[in-house]
């Protein structure tokens, strides 16, 4: 038997206590991990590489003010532009609410150069740009919906006050989102009256170094016109849409202290219980030429112990199952990733062993006052 | 080996100065068992436990083999009493969840011995008090008597030099109680250890080479007497 033998048996000598602390333990931090995870996407949306030249153009007032159609031909005779589309939000309802997937219009000559993360096979590509009323839509929604090529998609227009039948012309992989339907703007410029509006600018630079100047010059360009824009980074543009949802940090983090202070006190109570029992024999062992420290180590290496268990499996556990359970397809696409990183499961570990070396504290110090003799007393 | 000199201990209850033990002189020889006696509340507790180094006087000295264990520090006094002492306490306190030889093992946990070593050590201490064959069990599936027989054995595997045991056969019917002792009396006989014991039994107290009897924290009567062994022969 070694020390570090004497400490395991100890933290398992009451093997219902000990599995139900390492349990809310594990479910507490599978819980935190979780919203650190969701907030993390919420907040911090992934982009890829390719984003980083890419700049999305909207309407200074708001992102449901439309832009009109003639500012294409001005953007892009900005230097260093080297493709401009048009990307509206269409929406629509594909049979009922349930059955939601983005639908965007674009340009099909333009959307997959300038999505170049979107994997699509040169024969789909060249059937989007020729048929219409083709779209191409993204694997994972072939795959829920069970679509096959030449399918057709009826989309009942709600934000767009005209329907569309749409026939699949093509899939494709890749990108952060694989859920998206694209479908040709020009079919729904028709659908809609030909009203000469986009809903955003995409635009592509033809390098990195050239986005911040594109930016300011589109800019310049539509200041104090009709139709003001606000030309920013497609980062940028994500994080717009998530201070839309209002404080949710505030929220998240605020029940991400009532679970931690929970985990806290279920975890400093059964310390306190599992030492105080034990204090004769820590007497005892005292008694045996065992040095305080030595046993307040024993007693925090205990702790740790547990707690580190319920660490590996919740913050484990939260990892294996958000790459085992199709969180995306779940959440309709709100949550395409849900990864849970390495760095939330660091942060997932570091409060495991701040919650065991801070919830035996008191115990340990409890222990290292008793004297041999008033240890003693307690047998009596 | 040990010298008592003008021991007092004072307790505060409340706001009284209780008196456990008043100027307490007492040398004691290596080789000797001591049987301390006298009715509750006699100081002879108190002084088992300065004597052992886990309790100190408030004035005197006590003095093992010259050092005054008194004034060593918290530390000090934890690495004297692992080389030094052995405890044998009433309720046995061996821990419920580790086997008899783990139980015996503990003490050299605190030594730099190899596992081999105090394997040996294990297997040697539960050999002389009969229970080599319970190496594996559990207190729980010991008896009264076997599981003081193993704390017994937990006492002598760090080979101190003095044993100090607390009622030993307080919890004992009659019959593990003079097994118990029978072990004491050879540790003490064949082995030459020093044993301290404090005991309310005076049928117990008869096994010791002298008997020291104290009332009111102060000493009554010193009186040595022959061993058992010796007073069969």
């Known amino acids: 038997m070694t020390l570090a033998g004497f400490m395991a048996r100890n933290a398992l000598r009451n093997k219902r206590r000990s599995f139900l602390t390492i349990a809310s333990v594990a479910l507490s931090l599978f819980l935190l991990c979780t919203l650190r995870t969701g907030l993390r996407e919420m907040t911090n949306p992934a982009s890829m590489e390719e984003s980083a030249c890419r700049v999305a153009v909207r309407h200074k007032v708001?992102?449901?003010?439309?832009?009109?159609?003639?500012?294409?031909?001005?953007?892009?005779?900005?230097?260093?532009?080297?493709?401009?589309?048009?990307?509206?939000?269409?929406?629509?309802?594909?049979?009922?609410?349930?059955?939601?997937?983005?639908?965007?219009?674009?340009?099909?000559?333009?959307?997959?150069?300038?999505f170049g993360e979107m994997k699509i096979s040169p024969e789909h590509r060249d059937a989007f740009i020729k048929k219409k009323t083709g779209c191409v839509v993204g694997i994972k929604t072939m795959e829920r919906f069970h679509f096959k090529m030449g399918d057709r998609i009826e989309l009942a227009?709600?934000?767009?006050?005209?329907?569309?039948?749409?026939?699949?012309?093509?899939?494709?992989?890749?990108?952060?989102?694989?859920?998206?339907?694209?479908?040709?703007?020009?079919?729904?410029?028709?659908?809609?009256?030909?009203?000469?509006?986009?809903?955003?600018?995409?635009?592509?630079?033809?390098?990195?170094?050239?986005?911040?100047?594109?930016?300011?010059?589109?800019?310049?360009?539509?200041?104090?016109?009709?139709?003001?824009?606000?030309?920013?980074?497609?980062?940028?543009?994500?994080?717009?849409?998530?201070?839309?949802?209002?404080?949710?940090?505030?929220?998240?983090?605020?029940?991400?202290?009532?679970?931690?202070?929970?985990?806290?006190?279920?975890?400093?109570?059964?310390?306190?219980?599992?030492?105080?029992?034990?204090?004769?024999?820590?007497?005892?062992?005292?008694?045996?030429?065992?040095?305080?420290?030595?046993?307040?180590?024993?007693?925090?290496?205990?702790?740790?112990?547990?707690?580190?268990?319920?660490?590996?499996?919740?913050?484990?556990?939260?990892?294996?199952?958000?790459?085992?359970?199709?969180?995306?397809?779940?959440?309709?696409?709100?949550?395409?990733?849900?990864?849970?990183?390495?760095?939330?499961?660091?942060?997932?570990?570091?409060?495991?062993?701040?919650?065991?070396?801070?919830?035996?504290?008191?115990?340990?110090?409890?222990?290292?006052?008793?004297?041999?003799?008033?240890?003693?007393?307690?047998?009596? | 080996m040990i010298d008592l000199v003008e021991l007092t201990k004072l307790y505060r209850q409340g706001d009284i100065d209780v008196t456990a033990l008043d100027r307490v002189s007492l040398h004691i020889d290596e080789g000797e068992f001591l049987a301390l006696m006298g009715p509750s509340g006699s100081g002879k507790s108190t002084l088992l436990h300065i004597m052992a180094g886990i309790d100190r006087p408030t004035s005197g000295q006590c003095l093992f083999r010259g050092v005054d264990v008194a004034q060593l520090s918290e530390t000090a006094l934890a690495e004297w009493r692992s080389r030094h002492i052995g405890f044998i306490f009433q309720t046995f306190n061996l821990i419920p969840v580790m086997t008899a030889a783990e139980n015996v093992e503990l003490p050299l946990l605190l030594t730099r011995l190899r596992a081999s070593e105090r394997r040996e050590r294990v297997e040697f201490a539960l050999e002389l008090v009969g229970l080599k064959d319970r190496l594996k069990h559990l207190p729980r599936q010991l008896s009264g008597g076997q599981e003081q027989r193993v704390a017994i054995a937990r006492a002598i595997v760090t080979d101190p030099e003095l044993v100090v045991a607390d009622e030993p056969t307080g919890n004992l019917d009659a019959h593990s109680a003079h097994e118990v002792m029978g072990l004491l009396a050879t540790l003490n006989q064949t082995h030459g250890k020093t044993i301290v014991m404090v005991t309310h039994d005076p049928r117990a107290a008869q096994y010791g080479t002298r008997q020291l009897h104290l009332e009111k924290g102060e000493l009554q009567h010193d009186t040595a007497q022959a061993s058992p062994a010796e007073a069969e022969a």
């Open chain 1, 62 to 114: 708001s992102i449901a003010n439309v832009l009109p159609a003639k500012q294409r031909d001005l953007i892009k005779r900005v230097a260093g532009v080297a493709s401009v589309m048009p990307l509206t939000w269409y929406g629509g309802v594909y049979i009922d609410e349930k059955h939601f997937f983005s639908r965007f219009a674009v340009d099909p000559a333009e959307a997959f150069r300038q």
């Open chain 1, 157 to 380: 227009g709600d934000v767009w006050p005209c329907d569309v039948a749409l026939e699949i012309v093509g899939t494709y992989r890749g990108g952060i989102d694989e859920t998206i339907l694209f479908f040709n703007h020009k079919y729904l410029d028709e659908a809609s009256g030909n009203r000469g509006v986009v809903g955003c600018w995409w635009v592509l630079a033809d390098r990195v170094d050239s986005v911040p100047r594109i930016i300011a010059e589109i800019n310049r360009m539509f200041r104090n016109s009709d139709a003001e824009v606000l030309a920013e980074s497609e980062r940028a543009f994500q994080m717009g849409f998530v201070s839309m949802l209002g404080n949710v940090t505030l929220l998240i983090g605020s029940i991400s202290g009532v679970i931690l202070f929970t985990m806290f006190l279920v975890t400093a109570s059964t310390m306190a219980m599992a030492i105080r029992e034990r204090f004769r024999e820590i007497a005892i062992l005292k008694a045996f030429g065992f040095r305080s420290s030595d046993l307040a180590g024993l007693i925090v290496a205990e702790s740790l112990l547990l707690a580190m268990a319920g660490g590996v499996l919740g913050c484990g556990g939260a990892w294996l199952m958000f790459r085992l359970v199709p969180i995306d397809t779940m959440t309709n696409g709100f949550f395409p990733i849900f990864e849970v990183t390495p760095g939330i499961m660091a942060q997932g570990m570091g409060i495991a062993m701040a919650l065991g070396f801070f919830s035996c504290l008191v115990p340990a110090w409890n222990a290292l006052r008793l004297s041999v003799v008033d240890g003693l007393k307690i047998l009596d």
